[in-house]
């Protein structure tokens, strides 16, 4: 099996995972577990960290969790219906923000640079940014012209320019707003592609915006004027059967990690020619809904996880 490139990343988070590594895109094609990863699972309530030999090593109970980060010092970050939790190394639970409005779902979390935490609240359709003292620092209205609370966001996300992704669901719509709420642009109605219920956002590098339509079944990348420059539909890869389209992790190497809500697979892996190098169904889990690949360099709150 050939191997480009070999990462080691210890992760002291209650055990010490093993070495993992990063994929050309080449190798045989693996119906098995690859990395280490912390994945949500929606339907089971429950957060768990898997080791690359599919061995469950630290499990949190909660309500619905969807959005998950690990960062380096060992702390797993996570929405749950609602609230955000922060557990450290050790299983501490460090940070407990809980919503105030009785008619509110949490389906977005990001650790930001400065210690802070974006959540976008669906109840009262907005975006806060909350320090790790729970002191709501700064708060960003983007209604949905659909009244729909379970449905309004899924992950959205801060960009490295003050901007934010705001991933509206129930409209089938993805719009980046400048910190005052100002629209900025807005992505619906592509032209081949599915927008039904989009649920994770990514805004890559080179200025490119990957994402996933969750009920579309579909993960787009597009270019700054909004044309496709990559795909992933049902048919290129017939020997999965895909269901709702979840969380993505472009990982280092090019390569794609998704996950579905439904199907026949929690999690795949796919290279840029849409060629399967990974898929798993993970033996515990029923809805996975997101993860984040722990055999990778960088830091989630720098922006240098692209998830």
């Not at 991933?167 to 719509?173: A, F, G, R």
């Not at 280092?252 to 060629?275: A, D, L, M, W």
């Amino acid at each position: 099996m050939l191997l480009r490139k070999s990462v080691c990343l210890v992760l002291v988070i209650g055990c010490v995972l093993s070495c993992g590594y990063q994929l050309s895109g080449n190798e045989e094609l693996t119906d098995a577990p690859r990395y280490n990863l912390v994945c949500a699972d929606f339907a089971k309530g429950e957060v768990c960290i898997i080791n690359s030999k599919g061995k469950i090593t630290r499990r949190f109970q909660t309500q619905n969790p969807n959005d998950v980060w690990a960062l380096p010092n060992g702390e797993i970050v996570f929405a749950w219906r609602k609230g955000v939790k922060i557990y450290d190394k050790s299983g501490k639970l460090v940070f407990d923000w809980l919503s105030d409005f009785p008619n509110d779902e949490i389906h977005t979390c990001q650790p930001l640079a400065n210690g802070n935490v974006l959540i976008a609240q669906n109840g009262p359709s907005q975006l806060i940014e909350v320090s790790r003292a729970g002191k709501i620092l700064k708060t960003i209205p983007v209604p949905s012209r659909k009244n729909d609370v379970h449905m309004r966001y899924r992950m959205c996300r801060k960009l490295s320019n003050g901007n934010y992704l705001c991933m509206i669901s129930c409209d089938n719509e993805i719009r980046e707003v400048a910190p005052n709420g100002k629209l900025v642009r807005s992505i619906k109605n592509l032209e081949g592609v599915s927008m039904a219920k989009p649920h994770a956002v990514v805004r890559l590098p080179n200025g490119n915006t990957l994402f996933s339509t969750g009920a579309g079944v579909q993960a787009v990348e597009i270019d700054q004027q909004d044309r496709i420059v990559w795909q992933l539909k049902p048919d290129d890869l017939p020997e999965i059967k895909m269901g709702f389209m979840t969380g993505l992790n472009r990982l280092p190497n090019g390569n794609t990690v998704i996950c579905f809500y439904q199907g026949s697979h929690h999690v795949i892996e796919v290279n840029r020619e849409k060629k399967l190098v990974w898929k798993w169904r993970i033996p515990s889990q029923k809805t996975v809904v997101s993860i984040q690949i722990l055999d990778q360099p960088g830091d989630a709150s720098h922006g240098q996880i692209l998830k």
